[in-house]
């Protein structure tokens, strides 16, 4: 099907060579097209179909401003499979391929979007096998499993260099002659959002590949990237927040993620209300904290902790913290289950506590409620 | 005094050391029985998100912003800049610390870590006062029992 008004004008001149050399075509494109592209021009070579394509088709890169009209018409390429639609009948009308208007393009394109629904190919992770099978050109297969790779490999943000693949890739669609579908993944990747012509090339630092069936452009290569990323954390933040398995959707996580926050930041401050009210208090035990410390696993010497400039009593709570705290990875260390670890994180907690809290009594003002604790029975030891 | 050994090591809950360490210390340096109770409680608040933001790794945007606002120790009012980025995560926003000079995907880290460290101060200040509890209990228990 013809794809509108058709700009044969501009192509003309670079299809002013008659009788060109498949050779020397070749020793032409191998400058823009890059190797296993050529590689693949050449197993076109021997389809009967579209020998008569070819020399037409292959003096495309003859012309040296080829690219920049390319550039140019960026619907350029997502018209060709709109030309290649109808390539059986209007065999070698280069018109064709140079009907590039972009409205048309995009008319076209929609149509071999809906034939391309059944071969799948706008899916990124498509297999390129479906049209393979149709054609069986495993170089062209190839081409495009290099080219659709999911974010990584070099920039795609030059604008030459974008240019130049789509002009290849419709160069070696219309060689071989494939089916729409192929040309189609490939010019999606253009046609998408290339509705401008001559996007300016960003210097993008992050080097991101555009994946199969989308667009190329700079702005929406940077946008997924972003997209991901933040599909990445959402889902890093449901597994933080409990009970966000079900909830599929930004809008509804993000509510989610909002309740949870504000429930936490109330229980910190009922918490510190709670711990004003009970806090003049504990009473000072070292005795325990060192019966406790010899049941360890790993008896860690008491003069391991301290590197603090601190208060001297205070000095002494901080080394007991330390205590704890090395105490508490060292019995890690040792395998214990995570169960198990967080019961004697508690049971070193609770023994730090008294021991801190017992000292604030020695140093602050010697309010205490709790005399004589020097046994507390309630030192749970579990290991 | 030994110099202080870090390890690293497989912890189930890598932070909480840290975190318990700063919270006590600043716990113990409150002069709890002698100020009044909203002052005291006004203080422990900050001492945990003080202690939250301490032990948080450093470049970390929201515990600057917790800390720049409690040095203040001033309640002046925070300058209403016109920022007319509404966004869907305004909500978010207001609620983290620091929260408003960010994009979406950085705002969605620090909740991430933001949230982690407000579950283990919960989890801490929970046990503080379940062992502070439990030594009550238990001293009436012998109390009771020395009567």
């Known amino acids: 099907m013809n794809c509108g008004t058709p700009s ?13 050399n498949w050779n020397q075509s070749m020793d032409s494109l191998s400058p823009i097209f ?18 008569m394509h070819v020399n037409r088709l292959m003096q495309f890169p003859a012309d040296p401003g080829f690219a920049e009209r390319a550039a140019r018409y960026s619907c350029f390429s997502s018209a060709n499979y709109g030309a290649f639609s109808g390539v059986s009948e209007a065999a070698g009308k280069p018109s064709r391929v140079s009907s590039g208007h972009c409205l048309k393009a995009k008319e076209s394109r929609m149509q071999l979007e809906m034939g391309d629904g059944e071969f799948g190919s706008g899916k990124e992770d498509s297999s390129v096998t479906d049209p393979a099978s149709v054609l069986g050109e495993s170089s062209a297969k190839k081409r495009k499993a290099a080219a659709k790779r999911k974010l990584k490999v070099t920039v795609e943000n030059d604008l030459i260099a974008k240019k130049s693949r789509s002009a290849e890739s419709t160069e070696i669609e219309k060689d071989s002659g494939m089916p729409k579908e192929e040309q189609n993944v490939d010019e999606k990747k253009q046609g998408k959002d290339d509705g401008t012509k001559a996007s300016e090339p960003f210097k993008d630092y992050i080097h991101v590949r555009a994946r199969r069936g989308q667009a190329t452009d700079s702005h929406s290569l940077a946008e997924r990237v972003r997209r991901e990323k933040i599909s990445q954390r959402m889902k890093l933040l449901q597994d933080l927040v409990p009970g966000c398995n079900k909830i599929t959707g930004k809008a509804l996580m993000l509510d989610e993620i909002i309740n949870y926050v504000q429930a936490l930041q109330r229980q910190v401050e009922f918490l510190s209300m709670k711990l004003a009210t009970v806090n003049p208090g504990l009473e000072f035990n070292l005795e325990n904290l060192f019966a406790k410390e010899s049941n360890e696993e790993s008896p860690i010497p008491f003069t391991l902790a301290n590197g603090i400039d601190t208060h001297c009593s205070i ?10 705290a090395l105490m508490q990875s060292s019995l890690d260390m040792f395998g214990s289950s995570a169960s198990q670890v967080e019961n004697l994180w508690d049971d070193e907690l609770n023994t730090v506590l008294q021991s801190s809290f017992g000292q604030n009594q020695e140093i602050g003002a010697p309010s205490q409620s709790f005399h004589g604790q020097l046994s507390i029975p309630h030192m749970k030891i579990e290991l | 005094m030994n110099s202080k050994k870090k390890r690293t090591i497989a912890n189930p809950n890598p932070r909480n050391p840290m975190q318990a360490f700063h919270f006590l210390r600043s716990l113990s340096r409150i002069n709890l029985s002698t100020a009044p109770f909203h002052k005291r409680c006004r203080a422990i608040r900050r001492a945990a998100y003080a202690s939250m933001a301490r032990s ?7 515990s600057h912003a917790v800390l720049y606002h409690l040095h203040r120790r001033r309640h002046r009012p925070v300058p209403e800049q016109a920022r007319c980025k509404t966004d869907e995560n305004d909500a978010l926003r207001r609620l983290l610390p620091g929260g408003e000079a960010m994009d979406t995907c950085r705002l969605l880290e620090e909740t991430i870590d933001y949230v982690q460290r407000l579950r283990t101060q919960v989890k801490l200040m929970q046990e503080i006062v379940d062992s502070v509890k439990d030594d009550a209990v238990h001293e009436e228990k012998r109390q009771k029992e020395e009567i």
Do not use: K, T, V, Y
């Not at chain 1, 050529?38 to 197993?43: A, D, K």
């Open chain 1, 8 to 20: 044969p004008d501009q192509l003309r001149p670079a299809l002013g060579l008659s009788s060109f």
């Open chain 1, 34 to 51: 890059p190797l296993p592209a050529s590689g693949e021009i050449s197993s076109f070579m021997g389809n009967p179909l579209n020998s």
């Open chain 1, 315 to 324: 000095g002494q709570l901080d080394s007991i913290l330390h205590q704890a």
């Open chain 2, 56 to 62: 948080a790794s450093p470049n970390r945007a929201w």
